[in-house]
Structures are given as C-alpha cells and as structure tokens.
C-alpha cells in the first residue's frame, strides 16, 4: 500500500504491445467490478464505485492548485474541516473534487464520469506498517483518477483535464456561469453578436468552454489597452483585459436577470420551481444544502399525519397540500430547523395555511392541537390545562413566526381550483373522474411525495401524472393545461416512489385494483409520454399556458392577459429627437402606466446619426395617454411619426416565453427603507402629481418612496430602468452604448475608451457606484481614471435614486385590532389559563388577503396579472426592535407633553405646526404594522365621489338655465370614463366569482385608480369563498336570516348601513352571495352616473324604504319570498328603475345612457336576487360590446385621454386646495403650541389657554 489510511492501492500492468495491455486492462476492470458488485461496496451520487478508477495521469503542485476555486471561502471551509477530521474519524483517501473546484464538478457532470485525487492526508510511502516518506506538497505531483463506463476513453479525459491546467497557466480565464447558464442561450443568439462585441470593446476573445458546456473561456491576448491622456500611469495589462471582459459578462447577467424578471410574474413571492436551484449575492439566501436524510423522513411521515389531521377536522382538503407546500419551502429554506420538533413545525404549516383558505372557517389554535394531538401520539388525549399542552401551544407559535420569517411571507399557493375547472370545461373528463383524482393528488402518500414533485414540477403535473395512474386519458391535459409530457413522466414516477412506500390511502371509486394495478400504469404512462415528447408538432411549454377551444374560463383568462400587452410603434425617429425624448420617458411611463423600450432600425441611417424604433407596451389607455404625452413635448419641428398600434404584439410575447425564469427573490423590503413623510417627493412620480398626494390617496393607500437599491436588492422589476433596455437586453442593442463615433477625427484607441467609458456609465445607472467601486474594479478604474469631467460624474450621481410606491396596511388597523379584541377573549376551557399567548397567531385577514390575491392574479397569463386588481409587489415588515428602542421611551403624541422647544412654535406658521404634528403621528404609525407594497396608484374612488359631490352642490347654487348652459362635468362622471370604469368593475367582479370569491362588502375607499385611469378593486380581507355545494347553485337567503332580533341587532337598525347594500341583507339576511355582489356594483355605479348614493338613509329601515321607492316592495310578482323576512315595510312600492333615473338626471344626459349603463344598471338592481343578471352575462351586455368596440377607434381613445386628464387635474388641484383651513388651522396651531407648556410652571394667565381649549371642545361635543 502507498497510503497511510491503508485505503489506497495501486495495480501495475505491464505489456510489450499496446493492444494486449488494452486487453488486460478490460479484463482486470471486469473482475475488479464483479468483485465490487458482490461485496456491495459504497457508491459515489454519479454510480461508480468509491475510490475505485484509472489512472489518467499526473499533475505537479502548481497545474493542480491553478484547477482549484482558491478564492471560494465556501469551499476552503469544506476543505478545512475535512483535513480536521482525519485524526478524529475514518482517514479518507481521496479529496472531493466536487466541492474544491468548479472545473471538476462541471467536467463530472458533461462527460459523465468520476474524477478524483488522493488526499494530501493519505499520501506518502507506507512499507510494512511504515511511513517511508512523507508529502511533499512543493514538489509531489498529483495523481488523477477516473472511472466512467467506457475505460477506452480515459486517455481523452485526461487529455481535457490537462489541456484546462496548461490554459490557466497561460492565463486564460474561464468564466463558471453556474445556475446563471440559463442565459446562455441569449449570449450565443444572433451567431454570437454578444461575444463578438466584447472582443471591440476589450479586445479579449470570449467563447463558450467546450469542455465543461457551463463555463466561459476568456482569452486577454497578448497586448494591453493604453489610456493614454485619460491616465498616462495607467495600462490594462492582458490580465486586466480579461478581468474586465469577465465584469462586462457578469453586467450582462444582470441586466438579463433583470430583464427576464420584467418579464415573468412581478407578484410578491419567488419562482420555487428555479428558487432552491439559485443562489445570488442577495439580501437572503435559500441554504441549497441537502437535508438530512433523517429529516427527510420525518418530513414524508408529517405529510401522512397532516392528511388525517384535515380529514379529522373535517377542514378543505387542500388546506393539507397547502400545509405541505409550505412544509417543503420551508425545508428548502431551512433544511435543519433548530429548536424545534417537526410536529411543532408540522401544526404550524398546518395552522398557517388554515388561516389563508377561506373556503371555510378556520379552527383557532386550541381546537387544531386537540385534534392533532392524538394524531402524533396516538392514545393520548389533549389536555388544556397540563403544562406539557402549554408548552406544545406556544412552540407552535414560535415556529409559525420562524416560518414565516425563513421564508419571508410567502407561503401563498395557487391551489388547485382553477385545474377542476379546465379539466371539466375541457370536454375530456367527467366531474367524478375528476373528483377521483383530486382525491388521490389531496391524499398522503402523494402529499408525501417529497419536495420536488410540489415545488419543481406543481399541481398541474401531479394532476396530469395521477390521471395516468387512474387509467384516464392524459394527452387531452398535456395541451389543456400546457404541460411538458416528460416532466409528467419525471413526477408519475416520484408519485411511484411514494405509493410503493406508503400505499394508498383509501378506496377509490371508478379504479378497480388496489396498489398494484396503481402502479402497473407507470410504464403505460412513461411510454405516452415519450410518444408525445417525439411527435414533430408537439408544442413546447410557454410561460402563458395555450387555451382549448373548449374551456370558457381560459379564454377569457387568455383575453384579460393580452389586455396590457399591446404595442404601439414609433418608427424612424432620429437619434436627436430620441435623446429629446429619452430623458422625459421615465416621467411619461410613469403618468400612463406604460412600459417602453428602444430598437435600432438597421434598414435606415441617417448621416453619422443611427435611426430608432419607440415601441411603448401596455393597455389601449396607457398607450393613448403615453401618445398624447409624446405628442405634447415635442416641438413643431420635431413632430412624431404616426405610430403603428398592435393589439397583441404575439411575436413579442413568443419571444418573451422563451425567457428563463428569474424570480428567485421575494419582495420582502424593511419598513426603515420606506419613506412615507413626503409622499413622492424626489421620485418621477412627483413630476406627474404634486406632493399632496396623501390627501389625494388617502389612509387606505398610503404614497411613500424606496430606495432603488432596496428594491432590487429585495427582486423587485416593475419599474422603467434609469437606462433605456432593448427588445433583447444585450448590451450591444442598448441605445446608450450605440454612440456613433467620428471615424476620421477619432483613433482605434479613442473609439474603444469611449465606449468603456459609456459602459462604465451604465454600469453606474444600473448597480450604482458603491457596487461598481467594490464589484468591478476595471470599470470602476476607466469611471474614476478614465477622463471623466467632474460635471459628468456629478450627473452620474444625481440620477434618480428613489422610487415610488403606494402602501396599505396589512392587515388594516381596524382589522387588527378588532383580530386583537376577540384573541383577548378566550373561551370557557383557556379562561383559566393565563400563560396562553395567543389564539390566532399572525393576523388570519392578512393571510387571507394576500391568498385571494395570489390566486386570482395566478390564473392571468400576465406577468402583471389582473388589471382591476391591485398587485402586491411586495410586503414591509417593520424591523426587529432593538435594545434602544426598547430603553428608549416613546414619545408622546399629547401637546402637554412636548417638548421645550415646541413653545417656539408660536412663532412658525400654522401650515408649519400642521405639518410637524402630521408628520409626528405618522411616523408612529407606519412603523408599527407590516404594510403590502404595490406600484404607485394615487386615487381612491371616494375622492372622484367627494369630488362630483361637491361639483353637484356647486351646480345647485346656479340658476337652472345656467347650470342646463353649462358644462355636463358638473354633476356626473363623463360618458367614457363612466363606461371604462363599469368594464373594470364587472370584469373583476367576473373574475372573482368565476373562482367562488364573493366580495360581501364593497367600499369606495377600497377602489385605487391608477395613473392610466384602470380601477383596482381591493379590500379581500372582507371578501370569502363560497363552500363546494354553493358554487353552482342559488343559494336562497332566508337559510340564513335572522329568526329573532337581539339588543344587538337592534342597535345595528340603527347604524348608518352601506347605499350598495342589497336589500336582502337589509331585509335580514345574514348570506352573502354572488347576486349581493351585482346589487352593490350597479348601486355603484348608479353612484357614479348620479354623482350622489342612489338609495340613502340613516338607518337601515331608512335605505330599505329607499331601495323599495324605485325597485319595489315585496310582493307575490316581486320577491315573494321576501314576505318571510323579519322586517316588514308599511307601504308598497311599484318598480320603476328607470324613470328613477329619468327623475335624477338631466334630459340629454339621460338620453345619453338610457340604453346603455341605464339599461344595464336596471337589470343589476332587481328586489329578487334570482331576476338580477349575473355577472358574466352584464358583460356580455350591448352596452360592453359596443364599449369594445369603441375602445380600438383613435377618437373614442382621445376622448378618454381627455376626460381623465382634465378629471386627474381637478384631483391634483382639489387636494392641494386648503384655502378653507387656513384661519382654524392657523388659530389651531397657535393654541395648542400654547397648551404645549408645562401647566405646573409659574406663567402668566395672559398666555394661559387651556380653558379656550375646553370650551371649544365643550362646544364640539354640544354639537355632536
């Protein structure tokens, strides 16, 4: 033995021909093989057999060490502690090459073989137990073995292995793309444009590494880049040129990272099926590390106990796949938790996702660790009072509140909902076969199929593979839900896997055969696979799933995702006119909503001056507004040319299909980051309102800005980039490194610094100069060395640095504290236990919210989901308190107790103290709750209402004559604002109940207008889904009306209830339906047409007399079974919806709807919820057909263009206006700035006011 571990051994073969050692070679490698089978010896993870190969060749100290990762700490660690532990455990003979070099990893994995070295520990010359010599790591070579599957090609191997060492000494650099070689195919597109201009900006030759397939060969050359005049010390030696060909690769990364994220889904959460495989330099990292196996099994067992604790507790079934996708994220997350027993972890997932259904309503802490108990330790009962149930009750919380910070809040799921239903409209399977699978891909032994069938491949794939398993015809599912068949046949065999252990779980109507026959489908399902996989017109998958002909749902999903994806092309504009532009197109975007970039147009130059093509993306409303914005700021000489208009851009968003997914991040950003005191102020947002949009948005959807940093740092793409991107995000289409130089003025070498200089530039933009100075320090050289004038670099650092964002409370305070009210009561078994933290945990509202919204915008082929939704893009969590915040006390929000220098605010002004004081209170509250984030959205519906409101009062001070003479804006919202904002309403209403949400309260306040004039419906924390035996059928109200009023109930008569209520809800009825939902949105609307509530009333008996006066009273031929209810009215009441209207509105404006929004309103307000018209079928009215066709005429869009701008400007002006506070804002400040001092000091009477203060408050409290 040559080894000190007695491990390592070595066999000499010798021959006088080569083709009889070839002979013997293969010989003595079957025999060592058999002889290896027969003592089952240990295994590497490529299949060949442990510390077992040839010998390739050898390589001296300093070839090997240039073949390491000698800069990865990761991997010094590894090795480290392996050289530790030689003296305390089993000696290794070999070093895992896998884990010290990049190179080795990659070379295993291409060409299919084990690579390995003796380790350094082991080597030496051992003689009858003797050590003979030592290493000597200066001068010992290094032995390189291999084993693969065909001997023949060991001299190969080694050839590549030893060509890589003679590379590096040259001083090639090889690039390790890692999981960033999904962007491999953009680099090499267009017959590789990319590394072909890398080599005229640098010189260096780039090319993909044909040995390993996942790195990139860098070749500096063998002469240097003189700066010349920028910097006469300075010279880019061949090294440095490959260095900074490798930054330049590694910015075109990210800005294809960034591009591809624009891209894809911006919602809050990460891409779990690419997010445990990648590992950027972010703010968190997922711990990519293999789990323990004995965590694994833990896990799979968890997955069998939460299937029997949702059918004991009689929860929706989904509720155990939620509970197990969130088990797995979390796994990947945090593969080993610490401090907690997986059946604390177990009932926590099981908790969280509880809370976040709403299908039913979810079980309180205390009432799931009584059903649960059992589960884990069977024959025991749950106890209450024992501290061991105390115990179990407040681990429970601590690892709810570990989940959610590990995986930083998300833990929404899709669910499988929406799969029911295209396999049911698709024609191909019938509701039970459908239900039959549900049950099984719902079952434990598929729950228990571990984390890559849930989080790699998803419920679509399992539902495809178990529909296999059950004898059902699977190539129908492959197009209707546009699937992969070979990663259906990947996920059948982990759902194999899974059965064969665990078996199934119950008896399965329409299977005949137990696990066996289940099974035995397995290779009918792989060889459907693979026939499909290889027919020629098979269609790859696409990020936007392809629609059957025969599912209603998904073509109207596929129409609502095409609604922000038209194109509107402005092309041949000059490179002069687009640098006018360009500078003024983040504030125009950013005031439409529209998203653009910029295009070179090779078929026409101009001079010295290139020609481009303005492609803006977005809605027809965004494009109008975005083209009239355009049109405004260019002078007569520099008219625009007429732009082309495309509905659906397809080869675009084909293109885009092809994208790699990149969402690796959350959205999760720090309430610090977050400024809300200013609003917008500093951001683009505050060139198209003014800073008062506080008041414009209200509390309900709070304006306040972020730091751009934090918000990549945190994955977040929505906006427009500070540099303008091009249709393929290679840096040689971007517009600003497309400078056009003067070939007889300037040399090669000028040429070349300027364009390092323009890269250093959007380098600058892009990551900013901290990370370029720290990051690239070859950029960074040509930035601060490179003959940049100081005015340069002043605009370089003066570019925008913060970015707007609206905020809402998560949950709304009025939500959270009423949450904490009934959490304070327990019932009569928790009463007597005072040690019991909680009952509900984090806020059930707040989960449920952010659930609904991540399904409704997951069914939305968009990357930007529902337009009538508001889209979280990210949630703020307020920091973690720190010592001093804890020492520190709060201070008080009382005048009595300001400060001393506050007594000086007698001589600020009164908008001044105002200001302080607003600012003081808010800064309390902002911090103290998480908030959702989303793009900026600055109006409310209740300001447009308040707004028309006022307008309307002001009109009636006007003679009739004149008010007839005047403009039609003064008491109602214009026809085509009128008509767009209806469309919205209905098409979310459509899409809510299409997926069984019933919004139950709808609220002004929770409808956010956003720039380009789209309404957002928002508040789902009210908002509930209806049960499965309720979806398809009328649900009658009196099931659920009140038999006998209460104290409370009679006090409720008498609060001030909701114009859109339906009056079945007035007349008693504790339901709420789809049919109250229609009610509310034509009261609404009825609101908006009117400009004042259609029915108003003090109390509920009230607004029920005014629903009767002009829907009618109860009757035998108007909702007889209303007679039932326990509020009976006095007098009867005919239906006459539209002379109602008549009566309302003025002849030409009633002329103007009647057949329209009129008609159409009149059909949403029937007494009987039966008569009233669905949803889906308002939308399919004449009046939303006509409203679609209008929509693509040049004239209508200007009309809309004109009415929302001039009403945004009423907005913006009405906000600001405070003309009517001045004096009691002014006499306010002076008097509580008075009060401010301390009431036991001697001072004179003459400034004491403390008694104006109460009698004005007396005189207040008189008057309430």
């Known amino acids: 033995s040559e080894s000190k571990s007695k491990h390592f051994a070595r066999i000499q073969l010798q021959g006088s021909l080569a083709s009889d050692l070839k002979t013997a070679k293969e010989h003595l490698w079957s025999v060592i093989i058999k002889v290896c089978d027969d003592c089952e010896a240990p295994k590497t993870a490529s299949g060949f057999y442990k510390d077992l190969g040839y010998l390739g060749g050898q390589l001296s100290p300093s070839q090997f060490q240039l073949l390491l990762n000698k800069n990865d700490s990761v991997n010094n660690r590894k090795i480290e502690q392996q050289s530790s532990s030689h003296h305390l455990h089993r000696q290794e003979a070999h070093e895992d090459l896998r884990q010290q070099s990049f190179f080795f990893a990659s070379f295993e994995s291409t060409h299919r073989c084990s690579i390995w070295v003796q380790s350094e520990t082991d080597m030496g010359r051992v003689e009858q137990n003797r050590v003979v010599s030592e290493y000597d790591s200066s001068v010992t070579p290094r032995m390189v073995y291999f084993a693969c599957d065909d001997i023949a090609t060991i001299p190969k191997l080694w050839t590549l292995v030893e060509q890589r060492a003679k590379d590096k000494a040259k001083g090639i650099r090889f690039f390790h793309l890692g999981p960033d070689r999904m962007y491999q195919q953009l680099m090499i597109q267009n017959s590789g444009r990319f590394f072909e201009y890398l080599k005229q900006v640098t010189g260096a030759l780039v090319s993909l590494d044909s040995i390993t397939g996942d790195h990139l060969r860098i070749d500096g050359g063998n002469a240097g880049i003189d700066l010349g005049d920028w910097n006469s010390e300075q010279i880019l030696t061949p090294s440095n040129i490959a260095c900074l060909a490798e930054e330049l690769i590694r910015i075109q990364i990210e800005i294809y990272r960034d591009h591809c994220i624009r891209q894809q889904k911006c919602m809050f959460g990460r891409d779990w099926s690419i997010a445990a495989a990648v590992n950027h330099n972010h703010q968190t990292k997922l711990d990519n590390s293999s789990p323990d196996p004995k965590s694994l099994r833990m896990t799979f067992k968890s997955c069998l106990e939460v299937a029997k604790i949702v059918h004991k507790a009689e929860m929706t079934p989904s509720v155990g796949a939620h509970a197990a996708v969130i088990m797995y994220r979390f796994l990947k997350a945090c593969p080993s938790p610490v401090g907690f027993k997986q059946r604390e972890v177990t009932t926590a997932c099981l908790f969280l996702a509880d809370k976040a259904e709403k299908a039913k309503k979810w079980k309180k802490l205390d009432a799931l660790l009584e059903i649960a108990y059992p589960v884990f330790f069977p024959g025991s009962k749950f106890h209450h009072q024992k501290q061991e149930a105390i115990n179990f009750h407040h681990k429970v919380l601590a690892a709810e509140t570990e989940i959610l910070s590990s995986l930083q809040y998300d833990i929404c799921w899709g669910g499988v909902e929406w799969i029911i239903r295209v396999a049911e409209e698709s024609g191909h399977m019938a509701q039970p076969q459908v239900q039959n699978v549900i049950d099984v891909v719902l079952s434990g032994p598929v729950l228990a199929a571990g984390a890559d069938l849930w989080l790699k491949y998803g419920t679509e794939y399992i539902f495809t593979a178990v529909a296999g398993f059950l004898d059902v015809d699977m190539e129908p599912l492959f197009e209707a839900l546009s699937l992969i068949p070979l990663k259906v046949s990947h996920a059948a065999q982990l759902i194999a896997d899974s059965v064969e252990a665990n078996g199934i779980s119950r008896k399965l109507s329409g299977f005949d055969g137990g696990k066996e026959a289940f099974l035995g489908n397995l290779k009918s399902i792989q060889r459907v696979c693979m026939v499909t996989m290889a027919q020629s017109n098979f269609r790859q998958q696409s990020s936007l799933p392809s629609v059957p002909k025969t599912s209603v749902t998904s073509m109207r999903y596929q129409l609502v995702g095409q609604l922000d994806m038209n194109h509107m092309i402005f092309q041949k ?134 730091p751009v940093h934090s918000l990549r740092t945190a994955g977040l793409r929505w906006w427009n980039q500070d540099f303008v991107s091009s249709p393929s995000a290679a840096l040689y289409e971007i517009p600003c490194l497309q400078e056009r130089h003067d070939e007889k003025s300037d040399s090669g070498d000028d040429t070349l610094l300027k364009k390092l200089r323009n890269l250093s530039k959007l380098a600058v933009s892009f990551l900013g100069k901290d990370a370029l100075n720290q990051d690239f320090p070859n950029l960074s050289l040509v930035l601060n060395n490179g003959g940049m004038s100081s005015k340069v670099a002043n605009e370089e650092q003066c570019s925008p640095s913060f970015w707007a964002v609206s905020m809402q409370r998560w949950p709304p305070e009025k939500i959270g504290n009423r949450e904490q009210r009934t959490n304070s009561k327990t019932d009569d078994v928790t009463s007597s236990i005072s040690s019991l933290p909680s009952l509900t945990g984090f806020s059930p509202s707040a989960l449920q919210e952010l659930q609904l919204l991540t399904q409704l915008h997951s069914r939305i082929p968009s990357p930007w989901g529902h337009p009538n939704f508001p889209l979280p893009i990210g949630v703020a969590v307020p920091p973690p308190p720190s010592k001093a915040d804890k020492s520190s006390t709060p201070a008080s929000s009382e005048f009595g107790k300001a400060k001393v220098e506050d007594m000086f605010s007698l ?44 307008k309307r009062r002001d009109a009636s001070t006007i003679s009739k004559e004149e008010s007839r003479k005047g403009d039609s804006s003064a008491h109602c919202i214009p026809s085509v604002l009128l008509a767009s904002w209806f469309h919205d309403l209905l098409s979310a209403l459509v899409h809510c109940h299409t997926n069984h949400v019933v919004l139950r309260s709808i609220q002004t306040d929770q409808l956010y207008i956003d720039h380009s004039g789209v309404i957002k419906l928002a508040g789902f924390y009210r908002a509930t889904v209806l049960p499965p035996q309720e979806r398809d059928t009328y649900v009658d109200p009196l099931q659920f009306c009140k038999s006998k009023k209460s104290k409370t109930d009679r006090q409720e008569d008498h609060e001030v209830p909701s114009p859109y209520a339906a009056p079945e809800i007035l007349l008693g009825s504790l339901k709420y339906t789809k049919e109250t939902d229609v009610w509310a949105i034509g009261s609404m609307v009825a609101h908006l047409l009117l400009g004042k509530p259609m029915f108003a009333g003090k109390e509920r008996s009230s607004l029920l007399v005014a629903v009767c006066k002009i829907v009618g009273s109860p009757s035998e031929y108007n909702y007889p079974d209303a007679v039932k209810f326990p509020i009976e009215l006095s007098k009867e009441y005919k239906r006459d919806v539209k002379r109602a209207f008549k009566r309302m509105m003025k002849p030409e404006d009633f002329t103007t709807h009647e057949k329209g929004a009129i008609d159409l309103i009149s059909k949403m307000l029937h007494l009987d919820p039966k008569k009233r018209i669905t949803a889906v079928d308002a939308l399919q009215h004449d009046f939303f057909q006509n409203y679609t066709e209008n929509c693509r005429d040049s004239t209508f869009q200007s009309q809309f263009v004109k009415e929302w701008l001039a009403l945004k400007r009423e907005l913006v002006l009405n906000g600001n206006d405070g003309s009517e506070k001045k004096r009691t804002l002014k006499r306010k400040a002076m008097l509580e700035a008075a009060a401010a001092a301390d009431p036991m000091a001697d001072s004179d009477d003459l400034y004491d006011m403390q008694d104006i203060l109460e009698s004005a408050s007396s005189k207040k409290r008189r008057r309430d």
């Open 573 to 706: 504009i000059s490179s002069v006119l687009l640098n006018k532009l360009l500078p003024q197109m983040n504030a125009i975007c950013a005031e439409s909503q529209c998203r653009f970039y910029v295009s070179l147009n090779t078929d026409s130059v101009e001079g010295s001056h290139q020609i481009h093509d303005l492609v803006l993306m977005g809605s027809w409303r965004a494009l109008s507004i975005a083209s009239h914005l355009l049109a405004e700021r260019c002078a007569e000489n520099d008219s625009l040319p007429t732009p082309t208009t495309i509905s659906f851009f397809k080869d675009h968003v084909t293109a885009s299909h092809r994208l790699p997914c990149s969402k690796s991040q959350v959205g999760l950003l720090s309430m610090k980051d977050v400024s809300t005191l200013d609003g917008w102020e500093g951001t683009v947002q505050a060139t198209t309102t003014t800073a008062q949009t506080n008041k414009i948005g209200g509390k309900a959807c709070m304006a306040g800005r972020v």
């Open 907 to 950: 001589f600020r002004s009164s908008e001044e103290n105002e200001r302080n004081a607003r600012k003081k209170k808010k800064r309390q509250d902002i911090a103290s709750g998480p908030h959702l984030v989303f793009s900026p959205t600055p109006f409310l519906l209740t300001r447009i209402l308040q707004l028309s409101s006022k």
